[in-house]
């Protein structure tokens, strides 16, 4: 029976370590109290637990299956990780966690447990619970970069795109006013030209009955005087009207 462990294929192997190894009990499926591990608000991959089973459950070779973490956070964010450095020998089982950022962004609990999937199986551990320590995370504070050239570059293109925009939206604006004056004035055009039309009209009107009216009194005149001829009016600058009557020869 052989002792020494190989690496299991299909896993991120060989990159991290740790002397400290947490056993998994094989009867409770109880996870060994996760001590000196000191997590801080804001890490990322800077934490790597390892953890230690047997091999084989009820005969079921749990290397052959897909070892992932499932975690919880204080404010409920979840997520599954793959386990990493898997290794294995004839009778146990070698394998890791590197802690990502999202498990250890909030302070307080982080509840977690490892699960073994394949098809039509699933074999979990029960929940261990790790305090995760205040921190500053320096990483929100973003510095303006030592090179600044390409971040000019796209601070200016960004203030043109936003002139472009607003010059645009100006110029909208405007197109709608002229459009509102210019139906105003083809309004006031056409009331203009129905007033003139209606005045030719009535101008039209009053003309025909002045000359009827003339034709009348030429007519009461050659009667009156015994004199044929015909009359006509004629309005003067200050308004007044003229009866002008020519007597026939």
């Known amino acids: 029976m052989s002792m020494e462990y190989e690496w299991v294929d299909g896993y991120e192997n060989g990159i991290y370590t740790d002397d400290m190894i947490f056993e998994v009990d094989k009867d409770t499926k109880q996870l060994q109290v996760i001590t000196n591990q000191v997590m801080v608000s804001g890490e990322n991959k800077s934490q790597f637990i390892r953890f230690q089973m047997p091999r084989y459950y009820d005969g079921i070779d749990l290397s052959t299956k897909n070892i992932q973490i499932i975690y919880i956070t204080e404010s409920g964010y979840s997520d599954i990780n793959t386990a990493i450095c898997?290794?294995?020998?004839?009778?146990?089982?070698?394998?890791?966690?590197?802690?990502?950022?999202?498990?250890?962004?909030?302070?307080?609990?982080?509840?977690?447990?490892?699960?073994?999937?394949?098809?039509?199986?699933?074999?979990?551990?029960?929940?261990?619970?790790?305090?995760?320590?205040?921190?500053?995370?320096?990483?929100?504070?973003?510095?303006?970069?030592?090179?600044?050239?390409?971040?000019?570059?796209?601070?200016?293109?960004?203030?043109?795109?936003?002139?472009?925009?607003?010059?645009?939206?100006?110029?909208?604006?405007?197109?709608?006013?002229?459009?509102?004056?210019?139906?105003?004035?083809?309004?006031?055009?056409?009331?203009?030209?129905?007033?003139?039309?209606?005045?030719?009209?009535?101008?039209?009107?009053?003309?025909?009955?002045?000359?009827?009216?003339?034709?009348?009194?030429?007519?009461?005149?050659?009667?009156?005087?015994q004199v044929a001829g015909t009359a006509s009016f004629v309005i003067g600058s200050d308004n007044g009207v003229t009866m002008i009557f020519t007597k026939e020869d």
Do not use: H
């Open 86 to 225: 898997v290794e294995r020998n004839d009778e146990s089982l070698r394998f890791g966690w590197l802690v990502p950022a999202a498990a250890s962004y909030d302070v307080g609990t982080l509840s977690f447990g490892i699960e073994f999937v394949g098809d039509d199986y699933v074999l979990k551990t029960r929940v261990v619970d790790v305090e995760v320590f205040d921190g500053l995370n320096g990483g929100e504070i973003i510095p303006e970069p030592e090179e600044k050239t390409w971040y000019i570059e796209l601070q200016q293109r960004c203030d043109y795109v936003l002139n472009q925009a607003n010059a645009a939206k100006e110029a909208a604006a405007g197109s709608a006013t002229n459009a509102a004056g210019s139906e105003g004035n083809a309004l006031n055009y056409m009331t203009r030209a129905e007033t003139a039309a209606t005045g030719a009209e009535s101008s039209e009107t009053n003309a025909a009955a002045s000359e009827a009216a003339a034709q009348t009194y030429a007519e009461q005149a050659a009667a009156v005087f």
